[in-house]
């Protein structure tokens, strides 16, 4: 008996005292959220994340600048690469090939541009003084001079520069500066290179794991109408390039023409400019005037005036039907969707307006205006 009492003690429990809980006074009302105080800092909050949020947004501006050049690219090249495929290639061994053919160029460009380019700059600097006597021979240059003393300044800031040795102390400062954007553009020029190899290589996945995240019964739609901009993308990057092999081949017969030293250059130089839109012909036109005016003034007048009324006639009657046959997008959208992107961003804006343009037409032609059709 003992033994089963004690058994009944241990498995028995004792209840515990209950503890009151500790007395820390009656909750208040709710904040009123309604209250000026509360809104105000609330907004102030905002506010500042706001602000914390755009400065990080623009402190890594120039990262998402490259991200969007080099998306652009690999969509542009990817048409190319498409077509190696179709020959029995694989896309590895497709991009392989396009990047080699990208790589050959810019070596050949450098081998080509760079020599003439230094040789001119230099015949340049050694002909200023006689240029600027030329100019005088002009009536209209020289009553001008007469009246301003535009040519008599110029002709006295040269002399001064030469002589005190103040020209070698800036050559040198912009030789730096020069080196300095070289190599800044060299690294940028291979980041873009990199980052283009990395997207077209894996372009397909990309796809695939977008059109994933898309519902099932809409995925096969949603995937023909994606792989029809990335189409049109490609559209217009091979639009760019014939109309800047074009430019070139006009500005090479004019070198011919006008006695130019180095047309092949010539040419090369605005072959790459021409693939900048907007301000691309503004610096090859630049170029060749100034090349031109190593020779003679009245060269560099011509230069300049042929220049110019070429670019008239490829913005307003080339580039639009091109344009319009490559990618069904109107002359007027064309010109009205460069001007807007890049006012909105720059350079990389008037890159991307026109594809852009080309993909809201296609989604329009292919959704809106069928649902607006069927209701």
């Known amino acids: 008996m003992a033994i089963t009492e004690r058994i009944k003690k241990a498995t028995t429990r004792t209840p515990k005292k209950a503890t009151l809980p500790a007395d820390y006074g009656i909750a208040g009302e709710p904040i009123n959220r309604a209250h000026p105080f509360y809104f105000g800092f609330i907004a102030t909050l905002g506010a500042l994340t706001a602000i914390v949020l755009m400065r990080a947004l623009a402190s890594v501006s120039q990262i998402f600048v490259l991200i969007l050049i080099a998306l652009f690219l690999a969509t542009g090249l990817n048409p190319a690469v498409e077509a190696l495929r179709r020959r029995n290639m694989s896309r590895t061994t497709a991009v392989a090939v396009i990047f080699t053919g990208v790589i050959v160029f810019v070596i050949f460009f450098a081998l080509v541009v760079i020599p003439p380019v230094i040789s001119q700059g230099t015949q340049l600097i050694n002909k200023a003084p006689g240029l600027l006597t030329d100019l005088t021979n002009n009536a209209t240059i020289n009553s001008l001079n007469d009246q301003y003393g535009i040519i008599d300044t110029l002709q006295s800031k040269l002399k001064s520069i030469t002589s005190d040795g103040t020209l070698l102390i800036s050559t040198f400062g912009g030789v730096i500066g020069v080196g300095k ?171 991307l307006a026109v594809p852009v343009a080309a993909a809201i037409i296609l989604i329009l032609d292919e959704v809106v205006i069928p649902r607006a059709n069927n209701s």
């Open 181 to 351: 954007s070289v190599l800044s553009g060299f690294f940028t020029f291979l980041t873009i290179l990199v980052l283009t190899l990395y997207f077209i290589t894996s372009l397909p996945q990309a796809i695939d794991l977008g059109l994933s995240l898309v519902p099932s019964s809409r995925r096969e739609r949603v995937g023909r109408l994606t792989h029809a901009i990335i189409g049109r993308v490609g559209s217009f990057v091979g639009s760019q390039i014939i109309i800047a092999a074009m430019a070139s081949i006009f500005v090479f017969f004019l070198s011919l023409l006008l006695g130019l030293p180095s047309p092949i250059a010539i040419a090369m130089i605005v072959l790459v400019c021409g693939l900048i839109p907007l301000i691309g012909h503004f610096i090859g036109c630049s170029i060749v005037t100034i090349i031109a005016l190593t020779q003679s003034v009245l060269l560099g007048f011509i230069a300049f005036i042929a220049y110019v009324v070429y670019v008239q006639i490829e913005n307003y009657v080339v580039t639009p039907r091109i344009m319009k046959k490559t990618m069904s997008v109107p002359g007027a959208v064309t010109i009205i969707a460069a001007l807007i992107g890049s006012s909105l961003l720059g350079l990389v804006g008037g890159l």
